[in-house]
C-alpha cells in the first residue's frame, strides 16, 4: 500500500507562483512512474504533468513552459513547481503513483492517490 499526501495548495494573485509537495510512503518503489493530475468540479480529472523511471518528464499543453515536475528520492516527495499562473489553473491538484515504470495520462492507470490539495489563482 502506497499513501501519497499532498501539500502547498493555496490563493495566489494571477502571475504567481506556487510549489505542491507529495509525500510518499508506504511500499513505494523508485521504478515506478508519478503524474501529477488536477479537477475542477463537473470536469473529469485531466493530466498535468508526469515524472517517468528514468527521469524524463511529460507535461500537457496548457502548462508546459509554466510548471515543472521533480522528485527528491532521499526526502521521497514530488513536487510540481507552478509559475505564471492563471485563473484557469484554478482546481484541485491529486498526486498519483503507478507500478509500471511509464507514464500514462490516463486517471484509470494510476493505482494511487491522494486526497489533493486546493490551487485557487484570482485575476
Known amino acids: 500500500q502506497v499513501q501519497l499526501v499532498e501539500s502547498g495548495g493555496g490563493l495566489v494573485q494571477a502571475g504567481g507562483s506556487l510549489r505542491l509537495s507529495c509525500a510518499v510512503s508506504?511500499?513505494?518503489?523508485?521504478?515506478?512512474?508519478m503524474a501529477w493530475f488536477r479537477q475542477v468540479p463537473g470536469m473529469e480529472r485531466e493530466f498535468v504533468a508526469g515524472?517517468?523511471?528514468?527521469?524524463?518528464?511529460y507535461y500537457a499543453d496548457s502548462v508546459k513552459g509554466r510548471f515543472t515536475i521533480s522528485k527528491d528520492n532521499d526526502k521521497n516527495t514530488l513536487y510540481l513547481q507552478m509559475n505564471s499562473l492563471k485563473p484557469e489553473d484554478t482546481a484541485i491538484y491529486y498526486c498519483?503513483?503507478?507500478?509500471?515504470?511509464?507514464?500514462?495520462?490516463?486517471?484509470?492507470?494510476?493505482?494511487?492517490w491522494g486526497q489533493g490539495t486546493q490551487v485557487t489563482v484570482s485575476s
Open positions: 498519483a503513483a503507478r507500478k509500471l515504470r511509464v507514464v500514462e495520462r490516463r486517471t484509470s492507470q494510476y493505482e494511487n
Open positions: 508506504g511500499r513505494t518503489s523508485s521504478n515506478s512512474a
Open positions: 515524472l517517468a523511471w528514468t527521469g524524463i518528464t
